[in-house]
């Protein structure tokens, strides 16, 4: 067995004063640590948006609902989804390849630690520039305060014409900061894979999660870098009196809107590919079997980050393009769903014939697998640019992201949670919580999520902060809004379960649960230097051929 | 403990993997290429579409002699690097110095043309969209420039104080990557305002 | 924590036969629920128009094949969750370690591609019938302009300038009168939503975009803007009335006229002129001829004010001129700081405008 350590386990004994041990986690160059700050980060944003949420829906609960003011309303809308993408989504994202990737491919570290560290805190504080709005962003007649644009704030609503104050500027500027920490991490990804693997680890030989971290990272160039250059326009717009976007100039609106989606769909499969990449780690070893059709899955992870570099108008088929246009989106749209589609199903084969346990993480990549179906199968829906001119707009497209992001995306996250929790904590988590976190936010996701498509079908439209009674979108507004209390309830078991199993839980071992990959062959939680030596590997589970020498997979693949 | 999986008669392959700076560097230029190529399309997609205001064939004048200057600075940079790998440190220190000329005589130009433009021509980056385009491309491209030129000028002090070595031949190399990126993208924005748009 | 192996059989019959349940009650919703009050229904599966109604068949279609595959794939998944888990007597050996299948990938590779291309063609037809579809000799033609909360529609060939409610012919399969719109924006992007009607097309300034509508029956169908404009996007609601032929040209003769000039309203009518009022609306016959506002000439011939906010009656025009922000707070209707008897008197004027 591999418990047999490479690592020399550190000694525990003298308490550093916490201002040391402070200062340590502030100037830290460490992937590790760097990795444990972001997912840090993500959580207590997780928190913030998910507060966000919650105002939203309690004002949505009954029509003509006087919770909130439309203006607060609208700033509840557009900081809970910049939040959630840009400081829940990216970050804890980024905080597990940036913790992982090394670890599993034996290095010591990041190509580069200190532009690691760089990014983070760009990010961390692009994140309080953004929530600074809420007490720095007044402008003319008060109507500053956070932004209250939408994320994907449209011209020329974001013009100085119609956005008086400052609250646009900090959306703005908070997104560039952000932008250019997540550049900075997608660099150091790319550079670590490409450049660090540890012997005998060829491209073909090195884990899913290595490779699809390599490919979210040149997304990240290609989607990120339109974003950053369409909020430079922006601010040329706003400051310097430019007319990118100034329809009275002959400017066009719809060039935001291509610039901005050219990002912002790209940007959803960045975010769903690590997810993936949990997946794709977690369901091999709780099936125990390896992963079905590992090749395929690379080039279907490769084939999805190009279509997906193509389809970004699928979300204006309603701004008046020819139908051609609409075709092609249409067409290419259909297209992602292909590659996708069969990563589900080398999912499946991977659980064909193995001997599934149950336990938390596997219960919530389960989920994830039933979820992330419907969600692909609604997005083609919306994808058939006619159903869209109806769904477009509506609660029904809230409803489909929203179960990629929170189906997919957060169910693959806790996933991950709970399986990289002993390794990084060095203490195993109560299942008996991990199983009640399980069940009361399936439960609540579903009620929310599964509800919310059908006041898009009876014509409710999105953003909206009120509706009129006598449209039948009553009860399920409310059967919503419940749901997202379960869903509440949940995260809070998580969090407690966090917290305390930090500090009370099992020793967990180097590998509890008898896995694979290099960064179950150190201690948990792994030493400074990751591995006493540079491990050599000869296939794509080094550690099934440490642990079954008459049976290793160099043998087979 | 890694070493037993490893068969024990078998010598080892040797493990050659990119450098990281070289694949950082590329992987910077990509994300650069990315935010450039939106602005030249915002560019192509304005052009003639001004309501008002100065024309590019009214108010442009092709910069042959900037143009030339900064792509013959690839040359001298790569020159430059190619004899400090070769240990002539003093050749190095010669090409680098004509390279920051070069790259000097570009942006001093590109300044002496917006001067032009704004007070004599009348053209703002608020005049109209062609204002709004060109300032915008340009001054990007010119702010990669500044910046790159400053990270020559830095190199130049150090080479002045014979602090460069040819053990740093290949970060330089590494550096002149971007250099070269950022002529290459000159051209296209030549192009694009100058040849295209006029 | 293990489960045996009966629990989770337990498990997996409640889960499939709530899912079952959950998805009858959706089915049974999408058909027979919603208002009882048809003109309430914003149903895209209720379509009384051809677009809405190209799309409903389509959709219908997308339903089923999506529907199929969820059937499928879903079916798969349950089945390998329940056969593969491990049981309660297991020998511990780890099961076959099978690394993938060629003829296995292909063949659902090969399958989507098919149902992609089918449904791909499928679309692309039902696409180029919407948008594509050329306007015949008897079409009315209305140009609609989105605003900051409101909706302008202009009927130029029929002369007629009105706000918010708009009115068409029923559309006769055999001598068609559709309605063809042409959408534009005087400020932010907005959109065109009436879903029994047709999809949605935004209003985008400085861009001029085009759809139509042929209703098949009479009646209200309502919709609202569907694009984010500003802080009054929810209350942006649209009405649009569907006469038969007699009662849209009664309508057309009577917005057509100038407005009414009825002397016991004069002074109500001086308010109204005085006073910052004729700045943003207009009146035609009168000196009041603003854009910024929508037009009030006919305002009596509406049933609500404020873009569908309130409804039209005497005391909630008082309070919308008094007070707009207790209706639609932040609208761009300022409040007007008249007094109780200039007030009054222009609410009786403005009830004179029929």
Known sequence: MASETIAITAVPGIDRPISERLHDWIVTVDHKKLGILYIVLA??????????????????????????????????????????????????????????????????????????????????????????????????????????????????????????????????????????????????????????????????????????????????????????????????????????????????????????????????????????????????????????????????????????????????????????????????????????????????????????????????????????????????????????????????????????????????????????????????????????????????????????????????????????????????????????????????????????????????????????????????????????????????????????????????? | MGSAVVAPTRTEPEWILPSRGRVGMFSLIAAESAIFTIFVVAYLFYIGKSLSGPMPKDVLEIPIFNTICLLSSSLTIHLAVGALRNARVNTFGLWWFVTMVLGTIFLVGTGREWHHLIFDKGLTISTNLFGTTYYSLVGLHAFHVTVGLICIVLTMIFALFRKVEPAHSERLDVFSLYWHFVDGVWIIVFTVVYVIGR | MKYSGQTRGLVSKIAGVGVLLIGFLLAATLCFGGPADPSQSLNIFKPQSTPADSIFRLSMLVLTITGAIFAVVFSLLVYAISKYRRRGDDDGREPPQVYGSNQVELAWTVIPVLIVLVLFLVTARVIHSIQDAPQPPGAIEVIAIGHQFWWEFRYPALGVVTANEMHVPVSDPSHPTPTFMTLSSADTDHSFWVPRLAGKTDLIPNRVNHMWIDPHETGLYLGQCAQYCGVQHAKMLLRVYVDSPEQFDRWVEEEKRPATVSDSVAEGRRVFETTACLNCHGVSGTVANGRFGPDLTHLMSRDTIASGAAPNSPEQLKLWIRNPDAIKPSSLMPAMQLSEKDLDALVAYLETLR
């Open chain 1, 43 to 557: 959580l207590f944003f997780l928190v913030v948006g998910g507060i966000e949420a919650l105002i939203i829906r309690i004002q949505l609960i009954v029509p003509h609902n006087n919770f909130v003011s439309p203006q607060v309303f609208n700033r509840m809308m557009t900081m809970h989804g910049t939040t959630m993408i840009f400081f829940v989504a990216m970050t804890v994202l980024f905080g597990f390849g940036t913790y992982l990737v090394p670890l599993m491919i034996g290095a010591r570290d990041m190509a580069f630690p200190r532009l690691n560290a760089f990014s983070f805190w760009m990010t961390a504080f692009s994140g309080l520039l953004l929530y600074f709005s809420f007490i720095g962003g007044n402008g003319l007649y008060g109507a500053g305060n956070a932004p209250d644009v939408g994320w994907w704030a449209y011209a020329p609503l974001t013009a100085r014409a119609f956005s008086v104050g400052h609250s646009t500027d900090f959306w703005t500027l908070a997104l560039i900061v952000s932008g250019i920490g997540s550049i900075g991490t997608s660099v150091n990804f790319v550079t670590t894979i490409l450049c660090m693997r540890c012997p005998g680890m060829t491209l073909g030989k090195m884990p899913l999660l290595a490779w699809l971290n390599l490919v979210m990272g040149g997304m990240v160039f290609l989607a990120m870098s339109p974003l950053t250059a369409a909020q430079v326009m922006l601010c040329i717009d706003r400051y310097l009196g430019g007319h990118f976007f100034d329809t009275q100039a002959g400017g066009s609106a719809v060039l935001w809107m291509h610039f901005f989606w050219i990002f912002g769909h790209p940007e959803v499969y960045v975010l769903i590919i690590p997810a993936f990449a949990f997946l794709s780690e977690i369901v091999p070893v709780f099936s125990r079997k390896p992963i079905f059709g590992y090749p395929v899955m690379v080039a279907a992870t490769v084939c999805i980050g190009f279509v997906s570099l193509s389809v970004w108008a699928h979300h204006m088929f309603t701004v008046g393009m020819n139908s051609y246009a609409n075709s092609f989106f249409t067409i290419t749209t259909m297209a992602v769903g292909v590659p996708t589609g069969i990563k589900i199903f080398n999912w499946l084969g991977t659980m064909w014939g193995g001997k599934i346990e149950f336990r938390t993480p596997m219960l919530f990549c389960v989920a994830f697998l039933f979820q992330f179906l419907i969600a692909g199968l609604t997005g083609i829906m919306l994808g058939a640019s006619p159903f869209n001119w109806q769904l477009s707009g509506s609660y029904f497209v809230v409803a489909h992201f929203h179960y990629v992001i929170v189906g997919g995306i957060l169910f693959a996250l806790f996933g991950a949670f709970y399986y990289w929790f002993p390794k990084m904590s060095g203490r195993m988590y109560k299942e008996v919580l991990g199983k009640w976190h399980f069940w009361l936010f399936l439960i609540g996701f579903h009620m929310t999520f599964d509800s919310m498509h059908i006041p898009g079908i009876l014509g409710m439209p999105r953003r909206i902060y009120t509706y009129e009674p006598g449209r039948g979108w009553e009860t399920w507004n409310l059967i919503v809004t419940i749901g997202a209390v379960f869903q509440a309830t949940g995260v809070l078991v998580f969090v407690v379960n966090l917290l305390w199993s930090m500090f009370k839980g099992e020793p967990a071992g180097n590998d509890p649960w008898d896995a694979w990959t290099l960064e179950w062959s150190t201690s948990s939680p792994p030493p400074e230097y990751n591995f006493a030596t540079i491990p050599v590997v000869r296939s794509r589970r080094p550690l099934w051929d440490l642990k079954h020498p008459d049976d290793p997979d160099w043998k087979y693949e």
